[in-house]
């Protein structure tokens, strides 16, 4: 099984910037892809990066190419979401997911963003 705790959330203005972080304990971090999602209000939670087991492949939804960044450090079991120019559309809260047959989801963090 699979922990994850994330935390960085919080109310910033359009433009601003934050950095969400997933810490994970249990099995070997390194052997699951991650990703965040985000479920913003009254919608459907929805697949925002994704970062492989070793971090050098990265894949993000078309709604925040350019601004956010995933990055992930195995040796310290950490996963990462830094976002740039933030939107109010990016409001949510964050979920952060560890793949496998049995997908592993944190608690998630809210994000805010006011216009």
């Known amino acids: 099984q699979v922990q994850l705790v994330e935390s960085g959330g919080g109310l910033v203005q359009a433009g601003g910037s934050l950095r969400l972080s997933c810490a994970a304990s249990?099995?070997?971090?390194?052997?699951?892809?991650m990703n965040w999602f985000r479920r913003a209000p009254e919608k459907e939670r929805k697949f925002i990066a994704g970062?492989?087991?070793?971090?050098?492949?990265?894949f993000y939804a078309d709604s925040v190419k350019g601004r956010f960044t995933i990055s992930r450090d195995n040796a310290n079991n950490m996963l990462y979401l830094l976002m740039n120019n933030l939107k109010p559309e990016d409001t949510g809260v964050y979920y952060c997911?560890?793949?496998?047959?049995?997908?592993?989801w944190g608690q998630g963090t809210q994000v805010t963003v006011s216009s």
């Open positions: 997911n560890a793949e496998g047959p049995v997908p592993y």
């Open positions: 970062i492989n087991r070793s971090g050098d492949g990265k």
């Open positions: 249990g099995r070997t971090f390194g052997n699951y892809g």
